[in-house]
């Protein structure tokens, strides 16, 4: 699979988040991200959907389009949370690995901008980046982003 840092914009953005039966959250995170996106055609998520959560598989069939998202469905409780965000990266071809939770929301216009300039600010794209999110704030990388570089990758 082909992955890497690109070093044209604009990048592409994984936005990786397992959840489990809660369609009105995941909804508006992902209304949150496509609007305030400056391209919302680079970011895609990147769901972990348990195989018994019929909710979230009927919320994604009918409401929201293929191009979107791609899923990974596996029996409930088959893996850890920090494995499930490990089996989402494996089936991703993202320049930026966005870890989040379904309870999250954008509040931001232009996000995926200033992530990808974040990025594109360090030419070895070894950073950590990542947003307030109103408890931790600087203190803590509750959620975060990833640089994906195809010489890591073996």
């Not at 840092?5 to 995941?26: A, D, E, V």
């Not at 305030?36 to 972990?48: E, H, I, T």
């Not at 901008?113 to 980046?129: G, Q, S």
Request: aromatic share 10%.
């Amino acid at each position: 699979m082909g992955r890497g840092m690109q070093t044209t914009s604009p990048m592409k953005i994984g936005l990786f988040c397992p959840t489990r039966k809660r369609p009105s959250s995941l909804s508006r995170l992902m209304n949150s991200a496509f609007t305030l996106a400056d391209n919302p055609g680079r970011v895609k998520f990147r769901l972990y959907v348990d195989s018994d959560d019929v909710v979230t598989q009927e919320f994604l069939k009918t409401k929201v389009r293929n191009d979107l998202y791609t899923g990974v469905i596996e029996d409930h409780g088959a893996r850890h949370l920090s494995d499930m965000y490990n089996v989402l990266f494996e089936n991703s071809d993202d320049d930026v690995m966005v870890q989040l939770g379904d309870d999250t929301i954008t509040r931001t216009k232009g996000w995926d901008t200033l992530i990808e300039n974040a990025f594109l600010e360090h030419e070895d794209r070894l950073l950590l980046v990542y947003g307030r999110d109103e408890i931790h704030n600087e203190k803590f990388a509750a959620h975060y982003c990833l640089g994906i570089y195809t010489q890591w990758i073996v």
